[in-house]
């Protein structure tokens, strides 16, 4: 359901508090009280969007889709596009990257399979059943690019599902057919034969990399899409890597400069292909689904986000990664399979043009993007769950403290698929909790000199506690929203305006308006049973992304920035990440 106006907009207000002076504050407040006045502008906006829910599954998501992805013009990698870089396999050669591949492909369907019989669990977060609408649209599905606006094709709806995946290695595209002509899928043995082909029919590196096409600016993108779909051949390529269940990507070694750093370059390379010189072109970043397997033992995934989001992805990897764990004794049999499709293109002067131009702009998005990935070991979710604390809220508030040189707009990503059709809500921070312990922590290693011995030891304690208490009120307030979130009911009402022929309310012109939503600090909690990592680029040019994996005794972190902005680096802030949560965990635990 819609939540009530009056609440929204006071957290509105309370959102605004560390972020405007008192002056803009009340300006701001007097805009917010003519807005919701009885039977005013507010009020009617209102009344459209407890309409609107009362006759679609959910009143904000499509809309939500529609504004926040398709309605963007910015390139998918970097922008939009998230990655999941996964612990790197045992192997570093060629033969043993097509084995393990082979098995991802079985694993992937094997999953696929549970979702065509009803066998994926139903999923709850604290006690209520999640949505699950979104599994089936994992597979066989993609964005097409548009002038204005993208959309969304899912082709695995139609009365004759695709049975093909796409392959691709050193810029060429492969059909394989997964399925023998009974239904059965293909056996590992039999998938890895067919690898084998594509393998000796792609050793030559000096093709077009058709899919950095896929990484420009939608707008471009779209123009080019275009021209290229106007050739026949063209057009069946484009079709078949759009229709696949899913892509494979099969790439040569990430570049090793030392143990401490390929983390990091490990997870660049699953989020954008590492540059136009290395793996870029092995992507269709449209596809919903694309694993990355490198020859290194480097793999991992990214999914298209319009489409798909973080919760299912993360069941995909825990049944992947368990199938991967069992032997497969299953004989391939002896059936012959057909050659495995080459797709070809036709590629006139303007499309070559066009490739050229988005190696160009790819290659500067790349290096103005500063990736850092670590491993924080002194401690995991299990310290805050000992003192009865949310290890996501700990989480949280660490990362409000480590950014507290500038107070800033920061969100974190809810789901809110307790509720059908459901995607994501924003938890906005700072609280003004944050904020006072924040000071306080600045002065954490500060103890009043010139006080007697027997009292130090009493102010420390004082000083402790308080903090103790202040830091367990900034976690307490960091809660989820159940639904009643602020951003997704301002957008709406924002948006049903615009759908009703008005002008745009002056709320939503107000300075105050675009300051909140100019998010700093992006950040998101993909919670998995294994060592994983997500990464993706800021919202913002002077932003950071921050996404966290919690263990039980450690916490897989990614931090991304954008070189341009003298202001933000990614590597500082990890240090100041590290830092924080060692004094939180003095704080927590203190060793004196």
């Known amino acids: 359901c819609v939540p009530p106006l009056a609440q929204t907009l006071q957290n509105y207000l309370r959102a605004l508090e560390p972020l405007l002076p008192p002056e803009e504050l009340n300006h701001t407040r007097r805009m917010v009280h003519e807005f919701s006045r009885p039977g005013g502008l507010g009020a009617q906006l209102q009344e459209g969007l407890e309409r609107r829910a009362r006759h679609t599954k959910n009143w904000i998501s499509d809309r939500w889709v529609q504004w926040a992805f398709l309605e963007s013009r910015q390139p998918l990698p970097v922008h939009s596009n998230p990655a999941i870089s996964l612990p790197r396999r045992d192997y570093n050669d060629w033969r043993s990257q097509l084995v393990f591949a082979s098995k991802l492909i079985a694993a992937v369907l094997d999953f696929k399979a549970k979702i065509n019989t009803g066998q994926i669990p139903m999923e709850y977060m604290r006690g209520k059943p999640l949505c699950?609408?979104?599994?089936?649209?994992?597979?066989?599905?993609?964005?097409?690019?548009?002038?204005?606006?993208?959309?969304?094709?899912?082709?695995?709806?139609?009365?004759?599902?695709?049975?093909?995946?796409?392959?691709?290695?050193?810029?060429q595209f492969f059909q394989l057919e997964v399925y023998n002509s009974d239904g059965s899928q293909l056996t590992e043995g039999q998938i890895h034969s067919q690898l084998m082909r594509i393998r000796s029919q792609s050793w030559?590196?000096?093709?077009?990399?058709?899919?950095?096409?896929?990484?420009?600016?939608?707008?471009?993108?779209?123009?080019?899409?275009?021209?290229?779909?106007?050739?026949?051949?063209?057009?069946?390529?484009?079709?078949?890597?759009?229709?696949?269940?899913?892509?494979?990507?099969?790439?040569?070694?990430?570049?090793?400069?030392?143990?401490?750093?390929?983390?990091?370059?490990?997870?660049?390379?699953?989020?954008?292909?590492?540059?136009?010189?290395?793996?870029?072109?092995?992507?269709?970043?449209?596809?919903?689904?694309?694993?990355?397997?490198?020859?290194?033992?480097?793999?991992?995934?990214?999914?298209?986000?319009?489409?798909?989001?973080?919760?299912p992805i993360a069941t995909l990897l825990h049944h992947i990664l368990q199938y991967c764990d069992n032997p497969n004794p299953q004989r391939a049999p002896l059936i012959p399979l057909p050659m495995p499709k080459k797709l070809y293109f036709n590629i006139d002067r303007e499309i070559k043009r066009d490739i050229e131009l988005a190696k160009q702009n790819l290659d500067i998005l790349i290096n103005d993007l500063d990736v850092n990935v670590f491993n924080f070991k002194r401690f995991g979710k299990d310290l805050p769950k000992k003192y009865n604390m949310s290890p996501n809220s700990f989480i949280q508030v660490a990362l409000q403290l480590a950014y507290?040189?500038?107070?800033?707009?920061?969100?974190?990503?809810?789901?809110?698929?307790?509720?059908?059709?459901?995607?994501?809500?924003?938890?906005?921070?700072?609280?003004?909790?944050t904020n006072m312990i924040s000071a306080d922590l600045m002065r954490f290693q500060v103890i009043s000199f010139g006080v007697p011995c027997k009292y130090s030891a009493h102010l420390f304690c004082l000083q402790r506690e308080a903090k103790l208490q202040l830091f367990r009120e900034a976690?307490?307030?960091?809660?989820?929203?159940?639904?009643?979130?602020?951003?997704?009911?301002?957008?709406?009402?924002?948006?049903?305006?615009?759908?009703?022929?008005?002008?745009?309310?002056?709320?939503?012109?107000?300075?105050?308006?675009?300051?909140?939503?100019?998010?700093?600090?992006?950040?998101?909690?993909?919670?998995?049973?294994?060592?994983?990592v997500m990464c993706f680029g800021p919202l913002v040019p002077d932003g950071y992304a921050i996404c966290y994996n919690p263990q039980a005794d450690h916490v897989h972190f990614s931090i991304t920035a954008f070189n341009c902005c003298e202001e933000t680096n990614a590597e500082t802030l990890a240090h100041t990440l590290k830092d924080t949560l060692c004094q939180l965990q003095e704080l927590l635990q203190p060793t004196v």
């Open 132 to 171: 699950m609408e979104l599994y089936p649209l994992l597979f066989s599905s993609c964005r097409i690019p548009g002038p204005k606006h993208d959309s969304i094709a899912h082709y695995g709806r139609s009365r004759r599902s695709p049975t093909h995946i796409t392959v691709v290695r050193n810029y």
């Open 204 to 311: 030559k590196t000096d093709k077009e990399p058709m899919g950095i096409l896929t990484s420009e600016h939608r707008h471009t993108w779209g123009e080019a899409y275009n021209r290229l779909l106007r050739d026949k051949l063209n057009k069946e390529s484009v079709r078949l890597i759009e229709t696949g269940l899913f892509s494979l990507c099969l790439d040569s070694p990430v570049m090793r400069i030392s143990d401490e750093k390929y983390a990091s370059r490990k997870a660049a390379q699953i989020l954008h292909g590492g540059g136009t010189f290395s793996n870029s072109g092995n992507r269709w970043f449209d596809k919903t689904l694309q694993f990355v397997v490198g020859e290194d033992g480097s793999w991992g995934l990214l999914y298209e986000a319009a489409t798909i989001e973080g919760p």
């Open 404 to 433: 507290y040189k500038s107070v800033c707009p920061a969100c974190d990503i809810a789901s809110q698929r307790m509720f059908r059709g459901g995607r994501t809500e924003y938890i906005r921070s700072p609280t003004s909790q």
């Open 475 to 532: 976690v307490d307030a960091y809660t989820a929203l159940n639904g009643h979130g602020i951003d997704r009911h301002l957008l709406g009402l924002k948006l049903q305006a615009i759908e009703e022929g008005m002008s745009i309310p002056k709320i939503f012109m107000d300075t105050a308006y675009g300051l909140a939503t100019h998010w700093k600090l992006r950040t998101g909690q993909v919670p998995a049973n294994t060592d994983s």
